[in-house]
């Protein structure tokens, strides 16, 4: 079993940054698949970033260009660095892990709120 902790969400003016964490527990960070997704109010869950165990990252068009997926095994943590944030921004922002294999996200973590706002 996993445990995913999210942190750094907030209140952030547009045009702005923001970097997200996730933190994972256990010993096997360094060989799950890693993924941010987003959900704004109204809306289905979106992919936003996954970086792979090798660290290979891809991105939703969207925010291709102004955020920046990374992981770090020794601190069993993933990164979102975000720049340059907009109102469609808006969501809360969920860390997901995906063992080796797997098609789809097995652990989630509980979300952290990011409001682009003026």
């Known amino acids: 079993q996993v445990q995913l902790v999210e942190s750094g969400g907030g209140l952030v003016q547009p045009g702005g940054s923001l970097t997200l964490s996730c933190t994972a527990s256990?010993?096997?960070?360094?060989?799950?698949?890693m993924g941010w997704y987003r959900q704004a109010l109204g809306k289905q869950r979106e992919l936003v970033a996954t970086i792979s165990r090798g660290a290979k990252a891809n991105y939703a068009d969207s925010v291709q260009g102004r955020f920046t997926i990374s992981r770090d095994n020794a601190k069993n943590t993933v990164y979102l660095q975000m720049n340059s944030l907009i109102p469609e921004d808006t969501a809360v922002y969920y860390c997901?892990?995906?063992?080796?294999?797997?098609?789809?996200?097995?652990?989630w973590g509980q979300g952290t709120q990011v409001t682009v706002s003026s």
């Open positions: 997901g892990a995906k063992p080796p294999g797997a098609t789809n996200y097995r652990y």
């Open positions: 256990g010993s096997i960070f360094s060989i799950l698949g």
